[in-house]
């Protein structure tokens, strides 16, 4: 029997509509010593049924833990010496396993290395493609000192990772990934990222309202987290000075030039115009991108979307997490004795 050298850790909550892909991809894979452990979150679709076609090992939760608990129950179980975490929804690539098993090895048993999505998601709709190119821009920024390494691509040897702690379960919906990375800065392991480990995400963002959506929830939990850990300024991932940049100006750009038309004042209009011009060269490897992805005919409605509607979920959930730290601060000093 070959001896198992990787663990893939999958969390499912409902995740009927993606999981049969997601295997699909694994057991198509070119390595030769792995194991899939999905955990379910206590789903209540379909998805269990299609998990049991599989040759995998299937670890059911009674209760709804959240991704954080999941992980952390088929990382503890795992028979590897490396554990590759991935989401339900993402798609390995033929080589992924074996790139994730080479890479680890280069960078030694304190180093947990972080992968990305591939260009070009596996539907292939407006939105999606956009939420790809946007999370690939960003997690890319920085490859020798990643500020977090995210969960959908996590090669972290399975040593390090019972030391470590695992992912912090009593903590938000989303971004434990983050949370956990910062820790293991702070107790002194590496991280790394490595463009060539990519996985293909099934996003399904078929509309406006699923980009939006999507847009404000991630904003509203990382603005509630960057306060509390005093880096809402900083270059995080997905949360980069670009988008945080980006945001500012559409709400100052249109105001100063409103300022400007009552009186005929020229400095705000030129303010305005300056600032919309920092913002189109700050964000200017993501527009490249986009062009990448689908040159001109993708490239315009992408940064028209970036700069004129994306800003508004953006915006929109950083002041209900603004809100929800505020409020949350209040209980806590009255709580206090």
């Given at each position: 029997m070959t001896r198992c050298r990787i663990?893939?850790?999958?969390?499912?909550?409902?995740?009927?509509?993606?999981?049969g892909l997601c295997l699909e991809a694994l057991f198509a894979s070119a390595h030769d010593a792995?194991?899939?452990?999905?955990?379910?979150?206590?789903?209540?679709?379909?998805?269990?049924?299609?998990?049991?076609?599989?040759?995998?090992?299937?670890?059911?939760?009674?209760?709804?833990g959240g991704a954080a608990a999941a992980r952390n129950r088929g990382g503890r179980i795992g028979r590897g010496a490396l554990l590759f975490f991935i989401d339900a929804d993402c798609l390995v690539e033929q080589d992924t396993l074996?790139?994730?098993?080479?890479?680890?090895?280069?960078?030694?048993?304190?180093?947990?290395?972080?992968?990305?999505?591939?260009?070009?998601?596996?539907?292939r709709t407006f939105f999606s493609m956009f939420q790809s190119a946007f999370i690939r821009c960003s997690e890319l920024k920085d490859i020798a000192d990643p500020d977090y390494v995210a969960a959908h691509a996590m090669v972290v040897p399975a040593a390090l990772f019972r030391a470590s702690g695992g992912f912090?379960?009593?903590?938000?919906?989303?971004?434990?990934?983050?949370?956990?990375?910062?820790?293991?800065?702070r107790q002194g392991y590496r991280l790394v990222m490595e463009p060539?480990?990519?996985?293909?995400?099934?996003?399904?963002?078929?509309?406006?309202?699923?980009?939006?959506?999507?847009?404000y929830r991630k904003s509203r939990y990382w603005t509630i987290y960057s306060l509390g850990n005093r880096d809402l300024?900083?270059?995080?991932?997905?949360?980069?000075?670009?988008?945080?940049?980006?945001?500012?100006?559409y709400v100052l750009a249109p105001l100063l030039a409103a300022i400007s038309l009552p009186g005929r004042h020229i400095f705000?209009?030129?303010?305005?115009?300056?600032?919309?011009?920092?913002?189109?060269?700050?964000?200017?490897?993501?527009?490249?991108?986009?062009?990448?992805?689908?040159?001109?005919?993708?490239l315009v409605p992408g940064m028209l979307y970036y700069t004129m509607?994306?800003?508004?979920?953006?915006?929109?959930?950083?002041?209900?997490?603004?809100?929800?730290?505020?409020?949350?601060?209040?209980?806590?000093?009255?709580?206090?004795?």
């Open positions: 663990s893939v850790i999958i969390p499912n909550r409902n995740g009927a509509r993606s999981i792995f194991e899939v452990i999905v955990v379910d979150d206590a789903s209540t679709d379909d998805s269990v049924d299609i998990i049991g076609r599989y040759p995998c090992t299937l670890l059911r939760l009674r209760t709804h074996t790139i994730a098993e080479r890479v680890s090895a280069r960078w030694g048993m304190e180093t947990v290395v972080g992968g990305t999505y591939t260009l070009h998601p596996h539907d912090a379960e009593e903590f938000q919906p989303i971004i434990e990934d983050v949370e956990y990375s910062h820790r293991l800065r060539d480990l990519q996985v293909r995400h099934v996003f399904n963002f078929n509309s406006l309202a699923d980009s939006l959506r999507n847009g300024c900083a270059d995080s991932g997905t949360a980069s000075r670009g988008l945080k940049l980006n945001t500012m100006v705000p209009l030129v303010l305005s115009a300056l600032l919309i011009a920092a913002n189109l060269a700050a964000n200017r490897t993501f527009f490249s991108l986009l062009h990448k992805v689908g040159g001109l005919r993708f509607v994306y800003p508004l979920a953006v915006g929109g959930g950083g002041l209900a997490g603004l809100a929800d730290y505020l409020v949350a601060t209040v209980h806590q000093r009255r709580r206090r004795p």
